[in-house]
């Protein structure tokens, strides 16, 4: 895909360059007391909720387990349940936040299936418009990130203020 406005563009690539690495974001990520600095907006009892740094649409959110495990069939049923109930959550602070007209709620599972930290399991949450792909992506095959991702981090993190305390 062609990018309009893309200055995270060589991070995305340097970022499957180091997905080869030991180190894992989402881990670092999950133990950072720089919650901000990794985009960590809320973090729950085993999961937590981090922005994806390389947006397919403004709002385009994570939720990740704290363990470092490859895919669903690995959790446990509290990791389980705490999972869904925080999409649940991060799903209707985006739509407080954002008011799209839809959403995709979706895990890449293996990097057969495009995931692109295969090893860490994420459900992405990604907010959409009418008409978002219609022109620009389908046709154009281009993706616009039409906000800085440190206003989405305020806007996220200020949304789940107000919905959760
Ligand atoms: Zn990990």
Same mark, same amino acid.
């Given at each position: 895909?062609?990018?309009?406005?893309?200055?995270? +563009? $060589?991070?995305?690539?340097?970022? &499957? *360059?180091?997905?080869?690495?030991?180190?894992?974001?989402?881990?670092?990520? $999950? $133990?950072?007391?720089?919650?901000?600095?990794?985009?960590?907006?809320?973090?729950?009892? @085993? $999961? &937590?909720?981090?922005?994806?740094? &390389?947006?397919?649409?403004?709002?385009?959110?994570?939720?990740?387990?704290?363990?470092?495990?490859?895919?669903? #069939? %690995?959790?446990?049923?509290? %990791?389980?349940?705490?999972? &869904?109930?925080?999409?649940?959550?991060?799903?209707?602070?985006?739509?407080?936040?954002?008011?799209?007209?839809?959403?995709?709620?979706?895990?890449?599972?293996? +990097? *057969? *299936?495009? *995931?692109?930290?295969?090893?860490?399991? @994420?459900?992405?949450?990604?907010? +959409?418009?009418?008409?978002?792909?219609?022109?620009?992506? #389908?046709?154009?095959?281009? #993706?616009?990130?039409?906000?800085?991702? %440190?206003?989405?981090?305020?806007?996220?993190?200020?949304?789940?203020?107000?919905?959760?305390?």
């Amino acid at each position: 895909m062609k990018t309009m406005w893309s200055p995270w +563009r $060589s991070k995305y690539i340097q970022g &499957f *360059a180091n997905a080869q690495d030991d180190s894992c974001f989402l881990c670092t990520a $999950s $133990s950072t007391t720089a919650q901000k600095e990794h985009l960590v907006v809320r973090e729950f009892e @085993h $999961s &937590f909720v981090i922005l994806n740094r &390389f947006p397919y649409n403004s709002g385009h959110t994570m939720v990740v387990p704290k363990r470092h495990v490859p895919d669903l #069939t %690995e959790l446990d049923t509290s %990791e389980l349940h705490e999972l &869904f109930e925080v999409v649940q959550s991060t799903q209707s602070v985006l739509q407080n936040v954002y008011s799209p007209h839809g959403c995709n709620i979706g895990i890449n599972s293996g +990097r *057969a *299936a495009g *995931a692109g930290v295969p090893g860490h399991l @994420h459900v992405h949450i990604v907010p +959409r418009w009418d008409g978002d792909t219609n022109f620009m992506s #389908t046709l154009a095959d281009i #993706t616009i990130a039409s906000e800085a991702i %440190e206003e989405t981090y305020q806007k996220v993190s200020d949304g789940f203020e107000q919905q959760y305390g």
